[in-house]
């Protein structure tokens, strides 16, 4: 089901069999927002940083949420002032990679047994959402998935969460807001 939002995201991945998407209220500009966004830490988001660190990820105090540790996760695709978006593309099976960029192959790739996935951080209208798609290329691929997504929904969730409030909380700060 594609999205009317207007994203980067979702000219990049505009359908998906999987999706999660968050949202806090955030004062301030997009630009004030997306500088906390990319300097934001794991320090400042316990809740998320406990749960990813069960993970055996590199979740330092000082190292960046998004910059850091969500930039490695796939491929950065440039998205405008008030987005961040990355790509990843993953085969549960024995499928090879296809030729081509992460982003390539996300928007035109059709072999079966490939997962597309798109996840953005976004400040528009005063709102600051993160939102995950996952786009299987075919029915098997999406049923094999479709436990795992269900087993770490909620994880993920809380993590997302904690991860938008401590970048709220880091704009209210920077802007002497309380």
């Known amino acids: 089901m594609p999205d009317e939002g207007g994203s980067e995201l979702d000219r990049l991945l505009p359908a998906w069999h999987f999706r999660e998407v968050h949202r806090v209220p955030v004062p301030g500009t997009a630009a004030e927002v997306m500088r906390a966004v990319h300097a934001t830490t794991w320090a400042e988001a316990p ?8 993970t055996r990820a590199d979740v330092s105090a000082e190292r960046r949420i998004v910059a850091d540790y969500l930039s490695g996760m796939g491929e950065v695709i440039p998205a405008g002032d008030d987005e961040f978006l990355f790509a990843g593309v993953q085969s549960p099976g024995d499928v090879p990679r296809p030729p081509g960029t992460i982003a390539e192959i996300v928007t035109g790739c059709d072999e079966p047994g490939i997962l597309k ?4 951080v976004r400040c528009a209208g005063g709102v600051l959402s993160t939102e995950t798609r996952v786009l299987a290329t075919d029915e098997r691929t999406r049923r094999t998935f479709a436990p795992y997504w269900w087993l770490v929904r909620f994880g993920s969730g809380l993590t997302r969460q904690s991860m938008l409030r401590a970048i709220r909380r880091r704009v209210l700060r920077e802007s002497g807001s309380s």
């Open 47 to 54: 809740l998320a940083r406990a749960l990813v660190a069960l």
């Open 117 to 120: 996935i798109g996840m953005n």
